[in-house]
């Protein structure tokens, strides 16, 4: 067990090491791999047909892609906070800054809500084109990951209560929880730019 003292100095006279389970990495890695292949199939979709993608691009809102990138980029930077209120022992700061990044995550949700409302307004839906299948897919299946982070957000929070100890696991799901939620934050900094503002 880490007590809370042990915790808060933990990285003194210790070797650095990879923050996490390694599961949680192998996981991490294979999911970055998917949308890796995702990305390579839209990049190439895109060279055959470069008008068709331009022009559909065009009536995308890049207000909202933009508006949800400052959102992720807080909530990461809340999620770090965390883990170094946690190491610091500090837990009930640290259980602010995931509630703080789960209301940056809730708020991606309503955005996206609104962006995809709009587009299917519009008549804009996976059945129009090649360029809005993949933008359905691409955004899609990150929302999905967004909102499988929401829920390990609020195990963090949960775990976060005061308590004398933590397990090394325990510590361990806490790290690659923070991880997980900064791969989902980085594959936006990869899909905003791809599909709203690349020509």
């Known amino acids: 067990m880490v007590t809370l003292a042990e915790r808060a100095a933990q990285n003194t006279g210790r070797p650095k090491k990879i923050p996490g389970e390694s599961g949680v990495w192998i996981f991490i890695l294979g999911d970055m791999s998917i949308f890796a292949v995702c990305f390579l199939v839209y990049i190439l979709e895109r060279a055959k047909q470069p008008e068709l993608f331009d022009s559909s ?64 307004l519009a008549g ?34 949960l775990m976060g209560k005061p308590k004398s100890a933590m397990s090394s696991n325990q510590w361990g799901f806490f790290e690659g929880g923070g991880c997980f939620w900064h791969m989902v934050d980085l594959l936006w900094l990869v899909l905003f730019p791809l599909i709203f503002l690349v020509r």
Request: aromatic share 12%; hydrophobic share 55%; charged share 5%.
């Open 57 to 120: 691009q065009a009536t995308l809102n890049q207000n909202y892609g933009a508006l949800n990138t400052i959102v992720l980029l807080l909530s990461s930077l809340f999620v770090v906070l965390a883990v170094h209120q946690m190491r610091a022992a500090q837990e009930s700061t640290a259980r602010l800054m995931l509630v703080a990044a789960f209301v940056c995550g809730v708020t991606f949700v309503v955005v996206k809500a609104f962006e995809y409302h709009e587009r299917i």
């Open 124 to 157: 804009q839906t996976p059945a129009t084109n090649s360029f809005y299948l993949l933008y359905f897919v691409l955004t899609g299946l990150h929302l999905f990951h967004l909102i499988l982070g929401l829920g390990v957000l609020a195990g963090l929070w």
